[in-house]
């Protein structure tokens, strides 16, 4: 039964944060509005192997050393605030292209897979999330199962959410209204990104609670 309420109270959490809009929801959404259903789910399954990662780090121990290291999470997070705005500002740069749909997979695969996990990557508020509410649940006494358990939970949550944030935001009637409009989606998530980071930035100095 404690198992349960240790499940139940980690995914309470962690569900409403999966589904806010931030850095990896930016990223699926601007992948699957401008290269289509492909490119989506592979930013998709790129995110979700950052938020594996991180979920498996955090119950081996992660937590304490943001603890214990306060400069160390002010790193990162600037690391990450940074990396979001210099995507923002690539994005908003970025020349008008026509949307090309049928682009082969080995075109978008490896691509999107990896700007999907470099954004989660560099995500702190993943980074906070893990370290100060997964980390916090677990004890010495904790089985392996459980961990085991949580992070394929993680995995599974994030797989799926983003699948369908992606299936419908590539969808043939939101393709076909946003048909016109790659380059100011293009501009509308670079301004995101860049708000985002900027926000990440501002509150670096914060300390990670427990």
Not at 60 to 76: D, F, K, P
Request: with cysteine; net charge positive; proline share 4%.
């Amino acid at each position: 039964m404690d198992h349960v309420l240790v499940l139940i109270s980690v995914f309470a959490v962690f569900i409403p944060a999966l589904i806010l809009p931030g850095p990896d929801f930016v990223a699926v959404v601007r992948s699957s509005m401008t290269y289509g259903t492909r490119a989506g789910l592979m930013t998709t399954l790129g995110v979700s192997i950052g938020l594996c990662m991180y979920a498996t780090l955090s119950l081996l121990g992660l937590s304490a050393i943001l603890m214990e290291y306060q400069w160390l999470t002010w790193a990162v997070r600037v690391a990450g605030g940074a990396y979001l705005i210099y995507l923002g500002i690539k994005l908003l740069r970025a020349k008008p292209e026509a949307i090309d749909l049928n682009q082969p997979m080995r075109q978008v695969g490896k691509r999107t897979i990896l700007f999907g996990f470099l954004v989660t990557l560099t995500n702190p508020k993943a980074i906070v999330l893990f370290a100060s509410v997964f980390a916090t649940a677990v004890s010495a006494s904790t089985p392996v199962w459980l961990m085991a358990l949580m992070i394929g939970l993680v995995t599974l949550s994030s797989l799926t959410w983003y699948a369908c944030v992606s299936l419908f935001m590539s969808s043939g009637p939101v393709m076909r209204r946003f048909q016109g409009a790659k380059h100011w989606i293009e501009r509308a998530a670079g301004v995101c990104f860049i708000g985002l980071g900027g926000k990440v930035l501002a509150d670096a100095g914060r300390p990670v609670s427990a």
